[in-house]
């Protein structure tokens, strides 16, 4: 029986080995390129709703769990949307009274 199971691992570990290393075309197999981000962030602009709804962030063997990351990125791109038209409606009611002081020096 001792001979069968060292005779069997043997065979086993061989035929792995083979397939690993030999793959049909003498190549052992490429090593893989580890994850990382597709579409980062833009470096040239600030960031808007759009690039952090994109984002995909690469999964790792320990990491946070998706579910909450993925919350937390549709909160803050909530958050950046609400506040950038917050801040064009300032731009835009800054500009009106702008032009408003303009117009009543001249008069």
Known sequence: MFWFLLITMVVVVAAVTLAVVGGGDGEVL???????????????????????????????????????????????????????ARIAELEEALAGAATGDADGEGA
């Open 30 to 84: 490429p090593e893989v390129a580890p994850e990382q981000l597709v579409d980062p962030l833009p470096a040239t602009r600030q960031v808007d709703r759009a690039d952090v709804e994109a984002l995909r962030l690469p999964v790792g063997l320990r990491g946070y769990r998706m579910a909450d990351v993925d919350d937390v990125l549709v909160r803050l791109g909530a958050e950046l949307a609400e506040r950038d």
